[in-house]
Nanobody
């Protein structure tokens, strides 16, 4: 019954910004860590950023300085602020979280960066 629902994807021009959100719902007793992954056509899914409950973060080298991950523990929500987007950022972005000691995935949201 636990679900992760993503929102905020869409089409943006190079240099633009998007903010992704992912909210967990259901009977949640524990949720840590939370993360964003992405998968481009023909490529394996890769970790973009992760965040632990008390704030420690990790970023892929390709997005450092451009993306910021954050979370609202009270709302069981994780965000990804994406700035200075590049065409190579185009992918389906997936929310991931360890919930009640099981790895859970969202349905994915498409981000397309194109002029």
């Amino acid at each position: 019954q636990v679900q992760l629902v993503e929102s905020g994807g869409g089409l943006v021009q190079p240099g633009g910004s998007l903010r992704l959100s992912c909210a967990a719902s259901g009977s949640i007793f524990s949720i840590d860590p939370m993360a964003w992954h992405r998968q481009a056509p023909g490529k394996q899914r890769e970790l973009v950023a992760s965040i632990h409950r008390y704030g420690s973060t990790n970023y892929a080298d390709s997005v450092k300085g451009r993306f910021t991950i954050s979370r609202d523990n009270a709302m069981n929500t994780v965000y990804l602020e994406m700035n200075n987007l590049k065409p190579e950022d185009t992918a389906v972005y997936y929310c991931n979280a360890q919930i009640n000691f099981k790895s859970m995935w969202g349905q994915g949201t498409q981000v397309t960066v194109s002029s």
